[in-house]
């Protein structure tokens, strides 16, 4: 989140669009309904189908799975054509006015409609973008600036030139008449739905969009979140209280997770993981490095329209080395972080979870690589929640050996009971713990890290997750133990599980003090915060994104202070929009809203006040030439007034983009493309049959999909109050299991006549993967849809479910394909075709 | 009136039905066979082993509604339950004004003969249960329904109300209400709830629900626990 839960009481107008907050966040769902009290803000839900939080909103609209950015996308190009977006904010806060290439050509005039300039010819789904032209025109080069490229800055939003005029031409056919035939919304309604959310605009207002896996889930996941990104940069919604763009995680401690690097890209605090390629060979020093380096490639350069006077492009991540070389001595602090960063592996290819499974499926055979011969499966179970789950199933069977580490048996360590054949792999289950037996922090979806205690111990030999690992780091290093191999260094030399003699003996809190960071000369002790960490290998720190989380004090040497177990509930901030400064700490430096810096007038005779003041976040005083008391964290530069620095600090250019510069691999500006599987066989927006899905989408060889003529109907998946994700718990409880004890397809009451099907009635569901028998859930709420001229009926299944616990039942992720978001890989488990049969 | 009452407000219920657990779990209840019938709510009915139920309704006037309705003992002022029990096994607190079944006294198999009885023939709302499904086999237990989590409060339930007229709940709440993730419960004393619940009703009207009341009607059949309906009451099956 941009924001934080609390702060959803700040909005005026609140969009629940790919996401069921009521349903899957619903302890946090008071912030809503506090707004609506307070604030009497609007609550909008988008959805295919009505939903828990439809239920408790001002307006609902029902919208097609798959087709979200036509919908968002028509609401930007509502804000253009009726003048509703905040002008000075577009001018001051996001790249509105750069000028970009002059042979970038949009989606509607690069002459081949739904395709960006630098495509190659021919028609042909998955290949790349030649992103040459997906750049800003610039200056050359200033020599006294050597760290700053000089951009060329419009002198209004007129010029052609300029990222806005791109904008509002790419998006001049998203008419409410195009949504209405892409989306099936009524116009009326849309009209209505864009008139009271862009009406925030103003800059006294502010909406804010609180989204989860219903817009992550498909296959241009990635684009669909710019596209909302966008429409709040143009409303001047980002940065403020009640505003920003908010990703409800689905899980206790997801954020932390991602936070500290567990995905196969990143190395800790969003650093990318090296890549096996000639210019990360090296680590370097930066951006000035003479020969191409590691942190040459990945260090950014200014980007300043004039770099003689202010403001300055902040350009944080200009950072990136002290952070890297801080978390490489927190790793190996006795090897030198030039020697050490190549005991980092290098990444070769795509290991995202669809990715990871089709390796295991077709072995590769190439030299470089090697086929995947046991797998770790930690709070997770792949064989309920992985998509295309019968062919994910045959993949385990090719491994040699599996480690399960859950409460229970799950479908994944049991998968073997049920697959066919002769299965070889060797499956060991350890007792894992539950939350309350082992102590820690957990980071939640405001990146709010709170520390909890243990409540109890595990029961018999059950352990913490922490413990596990510990033990079979303990156990690798001492068979590695005495090898001078210069191959086994990354392990002989690594800092396990952590330098006690430096942070204490307690291991989680010895880890939280390394994530932290502290210093490596003989003072020692911990660095204040990120601000402390330094290039030269003097610092250490795991995570620079939490350091600042166990330190206090003035100057050296710092106390070590646990301050994600602050606990006063008390709130700081004079405006009382929810901040409660002295409650956990969140990252980055305990900001509560990050960005907050495009909250206050950026220059002119107002520089410095609130766009809202009665929710104002930070405040620059004028005349004592500071932020006001109580005011949230400013969002770096503390002590510099607004003009000083552009707003979007994290940016190279400080400005929010309207559009991506070559940030995403399929446009620069998001474009409405179908799911890969679709009911349409022509491009609703384009009248084109190619592309009809996004062109650059990447399609494993062996995955089959279906056509709307064997599967014409529209399916998405979703979470239920009742059961716990892949179900391993809530299925183990029974007063949770007698709530929902069986899985069940919802569908219209018009499909279920066509159908004939009765309430309650067993069917059969297929999909080119394979079929499931459920329950039928015939509801009012869902209906069919009139899309590019034709009905399309949709429907939807939890997927908790599977064949181990005491409530087993079919798995809805049988259904689902092999296909994932373009940028991330994540599956596209919203939107799919199927078939029903009365069974 | 005199003591304590329960407000439940179905405008923030989202019915993630936290409170058909939490009420489980502190009266030590086990589930029940349940199957899916084709509808969010389950167990279909309050029971021996659920003394509440969220229930759903899909109904349409100018656009759909999803409504929620946590069903459960209303604790009357005046319970017929209690007046046609045969074993004296329901007391009625005349302080708190809780209304709960002594499960020491009752005894459905000694009951008066039928297989329906006394108790909930009386109830107008349908509520008192002994039995329930578990394991395939039909349960018999003895009369159950909300007892206002009674045993939470720290407050004598034997005291005599000559001499100790006040009643206090201390820092503790009914279970449902203490789980209840939107807040949509909140108990009380008795006029100050009504007072908020009527607040609630007041402003419901001017924010889109014209129809928005109290129920029941406190008038007619005064009661320890109320709704906040924001639709008219009998589209909630009442």
């Known amino acids: 989140m941009t924001n934080h839960w609390v702060d959803i009481k700040n909005a005026d107008v609140i969009l629940i669009m790919g996401s069921n907050a009521a349903e899957n966040h619903p302890i946090a769902f008071k912030w809503v309904m506090e707004a609506k009290k307070n604030r009497n803000a609007t609550i909008i839900s988008v959805d295919p189908r009505f939903t828990r939080s439809s239920s408790k909103a001002d307006i609902y609209a029902q919208m097609r799975s798959g087709s979200d950015i036509a919908f968002l996308g028509g609401m930007i190009n509502y804000a253009i054509t009726n003048n509703k977006y905040n002008v000075q904010y577009v001018k001051d806060c996001t790249n509105a006015l750069w000028k970009i290439r002059t042979d970038f050509k949009t989606a509607r005039d690069s002459g081949r409609p739904g395709l960006f300039s630098g ?57 409410p008449a195009m949504v209405e035939n892409i989306c099936g919304t009524p116009q009326a309604l849309f009209n209505q739905i864009c008139e009271i959310y862009c009406n925030t605009y103003q800059s006294h207002l502010s909406a804010t969009q609180l989204y989860a896996m219903g817009w992550t889930q498909h296959t241009n996941g990635s684009q669909l979140i710019r596209t909302a990104s ?179 048996h799950t479908e994944t360590s049991d998968f073997w ?27 939640n979806s405001s990146r709010l890290a709170q520390w909890k205690d243990k409540a109890c111990n595990p029961p018999g030999e059950a352990l913490p997750e922490e413990e596990i690992l510990k033990r079979l780091g303990d156990a690798i290093k001492a068979l590695y133990s005495g090898s001078g191999l210069a191959k086994d260094k990354p392990i002989t030399d690594l800092n396990w599980p952590y330098d006690s003699s430096k942070l204490g003996l307690d291991l989680v809190e010895g880890v939280a003090k390394e994530i932290h960071g502290y210093y490596l000369d003989v003072t020692g002790g911990p660095v204040l915060n990120f601000t402390g960490l330094l290039a030269d290998g003097t610092t250490a720190c795991g995570n620079w994104l939490y350091s600042g989380t166990y330190a206090s004090g003035t100057a050296r040497p710092y106390t070590w202070t646990n301050k994600m177990a602050n606990r006063i509930p008390d709130e700081t901030h004079p405006a009382n929009i929810g901040i409660y400064a002295n409650w956990g700490y969140s990252w980055p430096l305990n900001r509560r809203i990050v960005y907050n810096r495009a909250s206050v007038y950026q220059s002119g005779v107002n520089e410095g006040e609130p766009l809202a003041s009665d929710k104002w976040v930070i405040w620059w005083d004028p005349v004592a030439l500071k932020y006001k008391d109580g005011g949230d964290v400013v969002d770096g530069y503390a002590t510099a007034k607004p003009s000083a620095y552009y707003p979007f600090i994290m940016r190279n250019d400080g400005m929010g983009r309207l559009m991506g510069i070559k940030a995403l691999l399929d446009g620069p500006f998001p474009e409405h493309y179908e799911p890969r599987e679709t009911p349409l066989t022509t491009n609703p927006l384009t009248g084109a049959t190619f592309p009809l899905y996004d062109p650059c989408v990447y399609q494993y060889p062996s995955t089959v999909f279906g056509s709307p003529v064997d599967f014409p109907i529209v399916a998405t998946t979703y979470r239920l109050t009742e059961h716990w994700h892949g179900g391993g718990l809530s299925r183990n409880l029974p007063w949770l299991g007698q709530l929902m004890p069986e899985p069940f397809v919802e569908m219209s009451e018009e499909l279920a006549i066509a159908k004939g099907v009765i309430n309650g009635d067993n069917v059969i569901v297929s999909s080119a993967r394979g079929s499931i028998t459920v329950k039928a859930c015939v509801t009012k709420r869902f209906k069919p849809f009139t899309v590019a001229g034709i009905t399309v009926h949709q429907v939807g299944l939890p997927w908790h479910w599977g064949f181990a616990t005491l409530f087993p039942g079919a798995s809805a992720n049988v259904l689902t394909p092999h296909i994932g978001d373009v940028n991330t890989r994540i599956p596209e488990y919203k939107a799919f075709l199927v078939n029903i049969t009365k069974a | 009136m005199i003591g304590i009452r329960l407000l439940i407000d179905t405008s923030k219920c989202v019915a993630c039905r936290a409170c058909q657990v939490a009420c489980q779990q502190w009266h030590s209840l086990p589930s029940e066979d349940t199957t899916f019938t084709g509808t969010y709510q389950n167990p279909p009915d309050v029971s021996g082993a659920n003394l509440t139920v969220a229930k759903f309704f899909e109904v349409y006037d100018t656009k759909l509604n999803w409504l929620f309705f946590k069903d459960q003992c209303r604790h009357c002022e005046n319970p017929f339950c209690l007046q ?135 008038i007619d059949d005064p009661t320890h626990v109320i709704w906040v309906l924001t639709k008219i009451w009998s589209v909630y099956g009442l």
């Not at chain 1, 980007?303 to 006077?309: A, K, S």
């Not at chain 1, 054949?421 to 922090?441: C, D, H, M, Q, Y």
């Not at chain 2, 107008?124 to 329904?145: A, C, F, H, N, Q």
Request: overall charge negative; charged content about 20%; proline content about 10%.
């Open chain 2, 84 to 218: 046609r029990c045969p074993l004296n096994a329901i007391i009625r607190d005349a302080t708190t004004g809780i209304v709960r079944i002594d499960p020491v006294k009752c005894d459905p198999s000694i009951c008066h003969g039928a297989e329906t009885k006394p108790c909930q023939v009386q109830c107008p709302y349908g509520i008192p249960e002994y039995k329930y499904v578990k394991d395939g086999s039909l349960v018999r237990t003895v009369m159950r329904k909300c007892d206002f989590c009674y045993d939470r409060f720290d407050y004598d339930f034997n005291h005599d109300p000559l001499n100790n007229p006040t009643w206090d709940t201390g820092s503790r709440k009914p279970a449902c209400e203490l789980t209840c993730p939107p807040g949509a419960i909140l108990s009380g004393d008795a006029d100050s709830i009504l007072t908020e619940a009527n607040n609630r009703v007041n402003y419901l009207k001017t924010d889109g629900f014209p129809d928005a009341s109290v129920y029941p009607k406190q």
């Open chain 1, 119 to 175: 495509y190659p010819t021919g028609d042909i789904y998955g290949q790349a973008y030649t992103t040459t032209t997906w750049d800003y025109q610039y200056a050359p080069d200033d020599p006294s600036y050597p760290t700053t490229k000089i951009p060329l800055k419009a002198v209004d939003l007129s010029d052609p030139d300029c990222v806005f005029q791109k904008l509002k031409l790419q998006y001049s056919i998203y008419t």
């Open chain 1, 417 to 443: 009971t049920v697959a066919p054949g002769n299965i070889k792999t060797e499956v060991f289950l350890l007792p894992g713990s539950a939350f309350f037996e082992r102590k820690g922090s957990a980071t």
């Open chain 1, 230 to 408: 966008i429409l709040q940069l143009l409303l001047g919604n980002m940065g403020v209280a009640g505003g920003g763009i908010n990703a409800l995680r689905g899980w206790q401690n997801v954020q932390g997770s991602t936070d500290h690097g567990v995905l196969f890209h990143l190395l800790t605090g969003y650093n990318s993981c090296p890549q096996n390629i000639l210019k990360h060979a090296e680590l370097g020093t930066g951006p000035l490095d003479p020969t191409d380096t590691y942190l040459k490639d990945q260090t950014p350069l200014a980007m300043d329209p004039d770099p003689t006077v202010p403001p300055a492009s902040g350009n944080w991540w200009a950072n990136r080395p002290k952070y890297v070389v801080s978390m490489l001595k927190a790793w190996w602090p006795s090897v030198p972080h030039g020697d050490s960063y190549k005991y980092l592996p290098k990444r070769h290819k795509d290991c995202t979870h669809i990715s990871l499974f089709e390796d295991m499926l077709n072995p590769p055979t190439s030299p470089r690589t090697y086929p995947i011969k046991g797998l770790f499966v930690w709070g997770s179970n792949p064989m309920v929640t992985g998509p295309n789950m019968e062919r994910e199933r045959d993949a385990l069977k090719n491994l040699d050996w599996m480690v399960v580490c859950d409460m229970f």
